[in-house]
C-alpha cells in the first residue's frame, strides 16, 4: 500500500472512537470545517525534496490562512477564529480525517504566536502575528544550547546593552525550521544573576550578518533542525518579551503550550494512521509483514485502546481548558504516554508494512526513525517523569 | 494528589463529583471499622458496610428508578466501584450490579420487576452464578443443565465454582443450559434442597468465592427464551467495567501509600523519593494508573451516553486497569522494602487481588483476542 493511497481518502470519523458528547461528530464547527476540507486540501504528493515539502506546506498553510482556517485558538482580531478548547480538539480531528498536510509554521501558530499574545507588547502582536498566521514569516524557537539541554537555566547565550539595543552572542541548537526562519525567539543571559532569574526572551531577525545557521542533519536522514551561531549579533531595546530578567516566565509559558498541544493535536493522526493500516493487516497474510497475523491482530488492538486513552486525555485537557482551567502538569503526564504510544505505532506500521518499513527514504521507514525524537523534544521523559514526580505525585525534591 | 484530581475530574458533574467525596470518606470510615479479615470475622463489617450503601440507594443504584432504584449511570457505578476497590471492602457490589444488569437486559420485563424490587429495597444480595471457572457467563462456559419437568417445572443440575460475592446470596441468578441447546437465566434462593454452597479461599481474602452444586435444585425460569448471546455480552462488559474501576482504586491506594513511605523513609541522609530511581517508576506506575482511569471513564460515559464502541473501550479500560494494578502493587511492595513483604503491612493484599481478579470473568490473553475481535481486525 503506497503512501499516496493512503492520502487519496478520507477517513470516517468511527476512525477515532465513539462520537463524544462534548464534541459530537455532527458538531456544527465540525461540519463547517469539514465542508472546507472536503473542497481545499490537496493531496500530498511523495517522493518532495525537503525545500518542495516546504513548499508545499507554505501553500497548504497560506490556503487555510486565507480561508480563516488558520488559527482556530487565535483571537479573532489577529486573524484566528477565537476557538475555544473544544473547537480546537474537533479542528485537529477534522484535519487528521482529511489526511491534511502539515503546515510550515506550526511553532509560530502554536507556540510563538500564543507565547506573544500572553507576553508581548501591543507593537509586537500587531507587527507579527498575522505574518506568523499566514505563514510568510517563519519562526523559531532558541531555546537549547550545546551545554544546556534538559538543564535549560544552565545556557550561555548573552546579550549585552549597547545603548543602541542588544548585542548578542553564543550558540543555539536542535532549532527546528532556523534555516527557513525570519524570526527567532532567543532565550539568553542579560543579567549577572544566576541561572532562572538572569534570562531575556528577545525577538531576533535571522537575516543579518552576525548570524549563521548550519542545518543539522537527523538520524531520518532529514535536516528539520540546525545549529544557530549569533555573533555580536543585534535587536533593538523593543524586541524583548516581557521584562528584562523575565525570560524564564516567558520560556515556561511556551513550553506549556509546547507540551499542552501534543494533547490536542497527536492522537488523531495516530489514530487515522491505525485505520489506515486495517488493510495491511489483512494484506499481512500476503506476507510482506513480520508479524504473523495473530500477533498483529494484538498488537492492533493494544495500540488502539492506548489510543483511546490519549484521546481521553485530551478531551479532558480540552473540557478543562474551555471551562478557564489551566492544563499545567498534567501535560506531562499526556507527554509521557504520547511519547511512546508514537514510538510503538511507528515501529509496528514499519512492522506490518515491511517491504516499505525496511527500505531506506521510504515514508514509512522515515516515520519509524522520526518517532525516536518524541521522547527527547519539548523535555526529554526523564524530565517528564521528573516533573510527575515532583509536581503531580508531590514526591520530595 | 490534589493536582491530579482536579484534572481528571473535569468531565464529571458536580454532583458525580460529590458522589466521589462521599464514597471515599465513607470507604474510609469502613475500612477503619474493618480490621484483618484473615485474622477475624469479616462478616459483620462487610455487612455494615452493605447496610450503609443501601441506605444511600448505591447498593441498587444499577436498578432504574421505576423500580425503586436510583437508576444510576456506568460512571457513577464506576466511581462507587473504584472507592470500593481503593478500601479493598468486601462488599458484593460487583455481583449486586451484574445481576440488576441481567434481569433488565436478559429477563422478561415481568418477572424481573419483582426481582428489581427486591434489590431495590432491601438493598438485597443477589448474585450470578454461572461457570466452571469464576463467574463466566458467556455462554460457553455454562456447565449446569437444566431440566424441565411434565408440570413445567425446571430442575438445575452441575455446578459453578468459584463464584465470587455469592457465598451470602439471597438471591441466586444461574446460567443453565436447556434443551434445545440454548441457555436460560434461572433464580434459585438459597437455601434450597439439593443446593450447596461450599466457600473458597482464594489468594484475594477481601472477596469471597464460592463454589455452586446443583443436585435437582428446583428453579424458575426468568429470561424471555432462547438468552440472545448480544445481550449476554452487555451484561457483561458492564461487568468487566466494574471491574476495571475496581482495580483502579487498588492502584491509587498502592500508588498513594508507596508515595506517603518514600516521602517520609529516610536513607543516605535523604528521603527515598528523591531518588530518580524511585520517581521515575513511581511518575510511570502513575501514568498508567492514570490513563487506566481516564479509559474506564470513557468506557462508563460511553455507554451512558449510548455511543458506538462500548464494548470495546470497556474491555480496553479492563485491561489497562488490570495491568495497572499489578504494577502498582508490584510497585508498592518493593518500594516499602522489607516492610512491604509483610503481612502486617496488607499490601499484599492489593497484589493477591491484582493476581485473582485478572481472571474474573475472562482471563488477560481472552480480553486482548477479544478486543481485537471486536474491532474487527
Redesign the interface.
Known sequence: MSELELTAVRVPP?AL??????VPDDHRFRLEFRDWLAGNTPPSPSGMTEAEDFAFRAKWQKALYEGGWAGPAWPKRYGGRGSGALEQFMYYEELALAQAPRVTNESGILLLGPTLMVHGTEDHKRRFLPGILSGDDIWCQGFSEPGSGSDLASLRTRARDNGDGWVISGQKIWTTWAAYSKWCFVLCRTEDTPRHKGLSMLIVDMDQPGIEVHPIRQMSGRADFCEVFFEEAQTPHDLIVGERGQGWQVAMTMLQFERADQGYTDHAPLLVTLHLL?QA?SDAVAGSSLLPPEA???R???L???C??????N???A??AE?G?E????AS?VN??WSHLVKDLAEFKASVQADDGVLDNTPTSENLLYSRASSIYSGTD?IQ??I?????????? | MTAYETASDAILSAQQHDMRTLARDLVAQLGQERGDPAAGDPGAAAARGWDTLAELGWASLAVGEADGGLGLGMVERCIVAEEIGRGLLPLPFLSVTLAADVLRLLCRPDLARSRLRRIAEAGGKTAVAAGTRLLAPGLDHVAVSAARAHDGTWALNGSASLVPEAAGASDLLVFAAVGDGGTGVFEVRPPAPGLAVCPVRTLDLRRDFADFTFTAVAAERLDTGGTAPAAVRHAEYRAELTLAADAVGGALACLERTIAHVSTRYQFGSPIGSFQAIKHRLARAWVATESARELVLAAAAAIDDSTAFQEELAIAARISASSALRLAADEAIQFHGGMGFTWELGLHHYFRRSFVADQILSTGSQRNTRLASTLGV
Open positions: 468511527s472512537g465513539a462520537s463524544l458528547p462534548q486495517r493487516l498483529a491482530r494484538l492492533f488492538a493494544d488502539w485502546r492506548r483511546q486513552q490519549l484521546r481521553r486525555y478531551l479532558r485537557n473540557v478543562n471551562q482551567r492544563v499545567g502538569v498534567a503526564t509521557v504516554f526523564e517523569l521528573n510527575i514526580a515532583e509536581r503531580i505525585l508531590g514526591l520530595p525534591r
